[in-house]
Structure formats: C-alpha cells, structure tokens
C-alpha cells in the first residue's frame, strides 16, 4: 500500500507545478484541479505508477483511465482521430469531453491504463494548473477522479485529502472547480456514442457533429462481456448514507438536497438541508453536487432524499450521478 505517505498539500503557483511534473516523473501521484473534478494523476507511460495509482484509489484494475494531454496535438500522438473526431476537439477542448478513440501506432500509454482494450480516452483539460502540470511534465498523464474508489469524486481539495491523504505523494490545491461534473465520454467507434454524460450537454454536441448521438446498449452498467465503458459501474457514485430520489416530501431523519425555489412539504423535520441552487441553476447545481453529497453523508441522516432535477443541458449528467448514488454501495 501507499498508506504511510505524507501527503502535502501545496497551493498552485510556479513551484507547485515544477514539483508536481517532478513527481509525476518519478513515478509519483500527484492529485490536481481539473474543470470538472479532482483529477489523480500518473505518467501514463509507467506501469509501475498506474499500478500503484489503482492500489490508492482502491480501484478494480479493469477500470480503463482517461490520459489527460495539454493539447490535440499530444492527443494524436497516442490516439487516430478522424474528421469528427477532430471537430469535436475543437469544439470543446481544453474542455470537458473525453473522446474514446483507436489508440495510434506509435501510442507508448501502458496497457494497464487502458485495461488491454485497443482504444484510449483522451481530453484536454480547461483548467490552467492541468494545462501547466501537463506542460511541464511534457507527456500525456491519466487521472481518475481523486476520490477513494465508489465514493462521491472531489472537487476540492479537502476532499482529496480526506480520502487520499497518506496513500499518494502530493495535492496541488487550484480552490473549488468550476464545473463540478465529469467529462462526457463520447466513444468514437463506427458509430458514435454518448457513454457518460458529463460537462458538455449532449446537445451542444449533437449541434456540432449535426446528429444524435447514438446510445450504448442498456446493459452498458454491468459487468457481463466487455463493457463499453468499464467504469460505469452502477455504484460509481455512492455516499455511505442511501439515497431516496424524486422525493415529494421529508420524513423525520432524513437529510434534504434540494433543487428550485419550492421547499417540500415536511423539510422543518429534516436533520439538514442544502439547496444545489435556489434559482433553479443546472451549472450551479453540477458545481455543488459532488461537495454536498459528501456534506449531507456526515449529517447522521438515515437517508438523503433528492428533489427531482430536471432533466435538459448538464440535468442529464446530474441525473446520471444521483441515479447511481441512489444505487447504493454493495
Ligand atoms: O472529468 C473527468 O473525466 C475526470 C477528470 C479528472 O478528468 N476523470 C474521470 O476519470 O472521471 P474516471 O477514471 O473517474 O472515469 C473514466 C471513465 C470510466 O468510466 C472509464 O471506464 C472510461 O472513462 N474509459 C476510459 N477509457 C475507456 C475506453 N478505452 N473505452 C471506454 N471507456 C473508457
Ligand atoms: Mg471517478
């Protein structure tokens, strides 16, 4: 295990970056800001380090990683994309989508990364520390999201360090990301595919490539035959505490993640209340899904009951989030 580190946490500046490229280098694991959430990341060329990755983390090693690169460039270097492959890098990159793509000949990211499958996903993050740890460091780099595997994903820093602190070697604190969701995944294959919702709607996809995207099959989630995205497992999300959706009103004990301005009936009953945003903000209420899941797990609520959120623009990935946080944790 990595337990036994310590694990500091600096602020991003000039010297946090230097010092994380270094570490990553070294083989080490350097936890940093994206866009989207906290990212854990590793030189995606050493299997050593992967490997160690998916020892902190706790993560099933079929699980394929998503190689961060600083630009398309770097990305064509490990993946073949296609004509609209490339449009929808430069619709959205740096930004939050993961394009699934056929790795490149010449493609050096371990197997363990990409779990032997032959494809690889790739994004450029919109995030300045990323963007600069990427530079330095001068190599594609994966990172999961940096939380403790199955739990809710950071998206601060503390909480990295509350479930990372001691199993790997540096945190770069870049404050609260902006997005709060992940990146969608959209799988490049003969047809293309939306495998996670995330940071980017799927409509301002479909705007650009002047088409639907096509759907995974619905068995996608479990864990028959080769998934299309391996990681979408039904629990990826959870909090220790259940999770009750669409709820129409409070009972005593229960925990409130509301959404909109109309309270339910029975909320003075509920032991806390976090509204993911007053003002009916689907963005607002992706920044604050991730941090007040975590916030209400650590209320001593028998369940957290969701308000039902809609379901257009980053709805569909907040969605996709409570559906598998209410699923529970084994
Ligand atoms: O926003 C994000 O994407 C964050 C930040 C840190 O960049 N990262 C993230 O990584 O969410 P992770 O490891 O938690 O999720 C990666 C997802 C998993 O569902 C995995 O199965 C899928 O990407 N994936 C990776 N490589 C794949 C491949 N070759 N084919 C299909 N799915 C793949
Ligand atoms: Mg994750």
């Known amino acids: ?46 299997a050593a380090a992967i490997a160690r990755l998916y020892q902190a983390k706790g993560r099933p090693a079929f699980n394929p990683l998503i190689a961060h690169v600083s630009d398309l460039r770097a990305g064509m270097q490990i993946a073949d994309l296609d004509a609209q492959a490339i449009a929808l890098a430069n619709a959205f990159w740096p930004g939050p ?33 990323a963007l600069d740890i990427l530079r330095a460091f001068g190599g594609p780099v994966v990172a999961p999201s940096a939380n403790l ?17 001691g199993r790997i070697d540096l945190i770069v604190d870049g404050g609260p990301v902006a997005v709060g969701v992940e990146s969608t995944i959209v799988g490049c294959f003969d047809e293309l595919m939306l495998l996670r919702p995330g940071g980017v709607p799927r409509g301002e996809i479909e705007r650009v490539l002047g088409r639907t ?45 509301a959404f909109g301005r ?28 991730f941090g007040y899941l ?17 379901h257009h623009g980053l709805g569909e990935a907040i969605n996709d989030r409570l559906r598998r946080a209410a699923m529970g944790r084994e």
Do not use: W
């Open 294 to 310: 975590r916030a209400l797990d650590t209320r001593g609520a028998h369940t957290i009951a969701v308000m039902a959120v809609p």
């Open 262 to 289: 109309n309270l339910l009936p029975g909320v003075n009953a509920a032991t806390a209340v976090m509204n993911l945003s007053a003002r009916g903000d689907l963005n607002e209420a992706a920044a604050n899904l």
């Open 97 to 129: 989508l993961t394009l699934v793509l056929p790795k490149a000949k010449g493609c050096n990211v371990a197997d363990l990364a990409t779990a032997g499958l032959d494809t690889i996903a790739i994004r450029v993050p919109a995030h300045r520390v």
């Open 1 to 46: 295990m990595n337990r036994g580190l310590t694990t500091p946490i600096l602020p991003a500046s000039e010297a946090a970056v230097a010092a994380a490229a270094r570490s990553l280098a070294e083989g080490g694991l350097v936890a940093f800001p994206t866009e989207t959430v906290y990212g854990l990341g590793a030189d995606a060329t050493n």
């Open 213 to 257: 995207l096509a759907q995974p099959p619905a068995d996608a989630d479990n864990d028959g035959g080769q998934p299309l995205a391996p990681g979408m497992l039904a629990s990826h999300y959870a909090p220790r505490t259940p999770v009750r959706l669409n709820a129409g009103s409070i009972e005593a004990g229960e925990a409130l993640l």
């Open 149 to 165: 595997s199955g739990h809710v994903s950071p998206t601060t820093a503390a909480h990295v360090q509350s479930d990372l602190a």
